[in-house]
């Protein structure tokens, strides 16, 4: 995986060579990194086996080194760190004009190009010395810069969906320091090739005096030949439920990851807008109560939704399966679960920046972990709460049994609806004898 971070500004080469990002027929030497020259992806064929793994084309898996990664974090210009129980990785290393490094165990590198102008002994890493608050993360105390561009390398992870969080801080300017008095700071972010991010500016993201924050970025394309592998091929023992618009199946990834893949009709139209709205929608949610989407894949006439496996299928299915799907939940988790349900919808009404109304908040929506954590499922038929648009907010969608009377009727707003639904779950939640 390869991040870019790339800076507008223009700078003039001295006292050190950059080839890196090269097309050479023949590699310019055989050495990964040098003091003053930077060599990263300087030879233009990857498949000649002689050439070291620095110098080709996008960087892949050194030869010694098989993909076994599947997390990478790391501390920006600082040491190594423990943040609530997460291990950001040293990142220390002084050099930074045109220059290349590596770590010992290969499995994250970084590139930097070009060198600040008129001024030869810049430091390339960072330190706080700025107003930022004290309670801030400790990864915001250091940083690194570049002049033209940084690049960093996640080597050896395994094939697999992944989510690149980048936190970001301004740590050089003092409080009585106009920051638009020094220039902008503003980038262009690529993750593998692909611009994410154009003309990112740290003042605009953060709208605070405080100068920061958190940007999240989702690489959650699948390929069908990874879903068919996941599932053995959409094996029918494989299924483990049976949607409105088409069944569900349980997968294991490369990596072990367990995934839940939807499946939908690319012939139904509401399976086209359902397909549409739930990426939509649930890609721009994160909470704990909310089924987390991990990616889809369109392929030929295949329409997939991948999300977190949920060991424990369905609230239905735990309250009213008469087979070995039932469970036998005591009073204290189905309180539990009922204050699952209240936080998740909580957080679609009122908390997360997008207002979000269900419209179809049923027991076979609501999902259970291993640890019958409830999460709210299915978001295909969800709406954006906009109040100016009240005249269609009475639009029944769903399970009918599950609308209040008024609603049947037409009268009564979408929120009220869901909160209604939400009764009927509960009364579902402490109605059935368990024999405690």
């Known amino acids: 995986m390869r991040l870019i971070l790339i800076s507008h500004s223009v700078i003039i080469l001295l006292y050190c060579s950059d080839v890196s990002y090269n097309t050479f027929s023949k590699p310019p030497l055989e050495v990964c990194a040098s003091a003053q020259v930077n060599l990263v992806s300087s030879f233009s064929y990857s498949e000649n086996e002689t050439i070291l793994w620095c110098l080709k084309k996008d960087l892949p898996c050194p030869p010694t080194h098989k993909p076994r990664y599947h997390t990478l974090r790391i501390n920006c210009g600082g040491n190594e760190i423990n943040v609530e129980g997460k291990i950001f990785e040293e990142d220390s290393d002084r050099f930074g004009k045109s220059y290349f490094s590596a770590t010992e165990k290969k499995n994250w590198a970084y590139s930097s190009t ?96 405080e100068l920061r924050g958190l940007i999240e970025l989702q690489t959650s394309y699948f390929t069908l030949q990874q879903i068919k592998a996941a599932t053995n091929n959409f094996d029918s023992a494989n299924k483990i439920g049976e949607g409105g618009f088409g069944p569900v199946y349980k997968g294991v990834m490369l990596d072990g990851t367990m995934i839940a893949v939807k499946q939908l009709s690319s012939k139904s139209r509401q399976g086209n807008r359902e397909f549409v709205n739930e990426i939509g929608m649930i890609s721009a949610l994160q909470h704990p109560n909310l089924v987390r989407l991990y990616g889809c894949c369109i392929e030929g006439n295949q329409l997939l939704l991948i999300y977190e496996y949920m060991e424990n299928n369905s609230l239905a299915r735990a309250l009213f399966d008469r087979g070995e799907h039932w469970l036998n939940l005591g009073w204290r988790k189905r309180k539990e679960i009922c204050l699952g349900i209240a936080k998740g919808l909580a957080y679609l009404h009122e ?51 599950f609308k209040g009377l008024s609603v049947r009727r037409g009268i009564l707003p979408l929120v009220i609806i869901t909160s209604q639904e939400a009764g009927l779950i509960l009364a579902s939640v402490v109605g059935r004898v368990t024999g405690k």
């Open 351 to 401: 908390e997360s920046r997008l207002k979000i109304v269900h419209r179809d908040i049923k027991a076979t929506n609501v999902l259970l972990d291993k640890d019958l954590n409830a999460k709210i499922s299915d978001f295909g038929l969800a709406k954006l709460d906009e109040e100016e648009y009240t005249h269609i907010s009475t639009r029944i969608a769903g399970t009918i049994f």
């Open 114 to 209: 070009g060198v600040f102008t008129g001024n030869f002994q810049t430091k390339y890493v960072v330190e706080n010395t700025s107003n930022l608050s004290v309670t801030a993360p400790e990864y915001y105390q250091t940083a690194r810069i570049a002049p033209l561009s940084l690049k960093y390398y996640a080597l050896c992870l395994r094939k697999g969906n992944y989510t690149v969080r980048l936190h970001f801080a301004e740590i050089m300017y003092t409080s009585d320091q106009n920051i638009s008095s020094n220039g902008r700071r503003i980038f262009d972010i690529f993750i593998q090739g692909k611009l994410e991010r154009k003309n990112f500016n740290i003042m605009d993201k953060a709208k605070v005096v």
